[in-house]
Structures are given as C-alpha cells and as structure tokens.
C-alpha cells in the first residue's frame, strides 16, 4: 500500500512483466523532483517474451525510441500483420472495432500462418490458402495479428481487406522498420514488421537523456512493447525543471 501510495508502480496489459525507471539523482517513478539540470535517466525491463521496443517519453512526446526487432542482424521470410483501433472512447461496447476479413498474397505462396494477440476464443483465424488467410477480430484499442511464413518476399505483394481499412502494399521493399498505415476519425492502424531470423532478448536496460528539456513541470516515463503484443507503462517521475 505504500508502494501504490507514492505511485512506485507500473502498468501492463497482463503480463507478469519486471520495469523499473530512475533517475540519476535517486529519483524513481512517482517521485516529484525540482532540479536546475534535468538527470540522465535509467530503466530496466524483464519481460516475458522478446522484447521489441522500448520508447521514453516527456508527458505524450516520444523523445527517444529503442527499436531491438531492428538492431537484429538477419531478416527472415516472416512477416507480422498487424491492426488496431478503437470505435470511440468508453467501455468495450463503444470501443470495439470489427476487423473481419482476409489478406491476398501475390507472387509468392503462404507456407504457413499464426495468430497473433488475439484475445478471445471467438476471435483468430478462419482460412488459410497458399494465397489467402482469413480471419475474425476485434479490437478496443488493442493489437490482433497473423503471422505470415512466405517462400519468399522478392515478388510478393499484399492485399489486406477488412471494413475499417484496405491496404494494397508491395512486401519485397519491406525492411527492418514497420511500414504503418494510420485513418483518422475513428483511430486505425495496420503495420506490416519483416521478422529478424532471430528474435531480441526477454531483458534489457539502458539509459535515456532528453536532449532539449524546456522549462517547467513535465512527467517522464517509459513503454515497453513485446513480440507478442503485450505492453508495459511506467508511472512517470515528475520533474520540474528551472526551479532549485
């Protein structure tokens, strides 16, 4: 209860997931700080499957991103499909989003395909074809998936339908960085990630700077996202800066 009263605490989406944040003036999340010069701040993370990307905020700007899926030497013939968005703000009934539908595969053939982040039984995939995987999902907000297995990338084009969005996009470009489509009104989003042969690490710890702080109160914090969809948020240290 102390803990929770001075906000030492974290969210995740479940996950039993290990993330500390400090700073270098003993500072640690929840903490308020007044400083002259802003502190280098450290973080460590133990998840629960690889990680992916550990991204470092001031209040809702990212400042600083740590893309591991990237740093990984070799690309695999895998590719992460990957949707999200929610109908409004409020409860699930509001928020849900129907994303039903398929993906086509042009120039090359499916050799296989996995769930990915689905989270009710009722939801996951409903087809596989050499060419076509089908699927029922909804999302709230959250992340659903399919993980494509493909002869190869150097010819290949997707086709992915559903209501809230239709894509058409070339796959033999596709690199070490997530290609994202986003609409507005309501939020959407479909990212396409070439896995690396070899997934990153379940841990990692480093350190980030905020290159311009401005002045005044502001709320520093971390997000830590996962292969497998799950994410962590830490309480923020809030820092006001310019006054000793």
């Known amino acids: 209860w102390d803990a929770l009263r001075a906000r030492r605490c974290y969210a995740t989406t479940g996950e039993r997931i290990v993330l ?17 010069k802003l502190p280098h701040f450290t973080m460590s993370v133990a ?33 992460r499909v990957a949707w999200c968005g929610s109908g409004g703000q409020g409860n699930f009934r509001v928020a849900r989003m129907h994303w039903d539908g398929l993906l086509r595969i042009d120039g090359a053939r499916v050799l296989g395909a996995e769930p990915w982040a689905f989270d009710t039984p009722d939801e996951g995939l409903r087809g596989l074809q050499p060419q076509q995987v089908a699927w029922r999902s909804i999302t709230a907000g959250d992340w659903d998936g399919v993980v494509l297995e493909l002869d190869q990338l150097d010819r290949a084009g997707l086709t992915f339908v559903t209501e809230p969005m239709t894509v058409q996009t070339p796959l033999h470009d596709l690199g070490r960085q997530p290609r994202l489509f986003e609409a507005s009104a309501p939020m959407r989003r479909l990212e396409l990630r070439r896995l690396p042969q070899q997934m990153p690490a379940l841990d990692w710890s480093g350190g980030f700077d905020d290159p311009d702080p401005p002045a005044g109160a502001h709320a520093y914090w971390v997000r830590v996202r996962q292969s497998d969809g799950a994410f962590a948020w830490s309480t923020p240290i809030f820092t006001t800066l310019g006054m000793g």
């Open 20 to 36: 500390r944040l400090s700073a270098a003036d003993g500072a640690r999340m929840g903490d308020e700080i007044r400083v002259r």
């Open 47 to 79: 998840g629960t499957a690889p990680l992916e990307c550990i991204d470092f905020f001031r209040d809702d700007l990212r400042i600083a991103s740590h893309d591991l899926m990237a740093e990984q030497s070799d690309l695999s013939n895998r590719v």
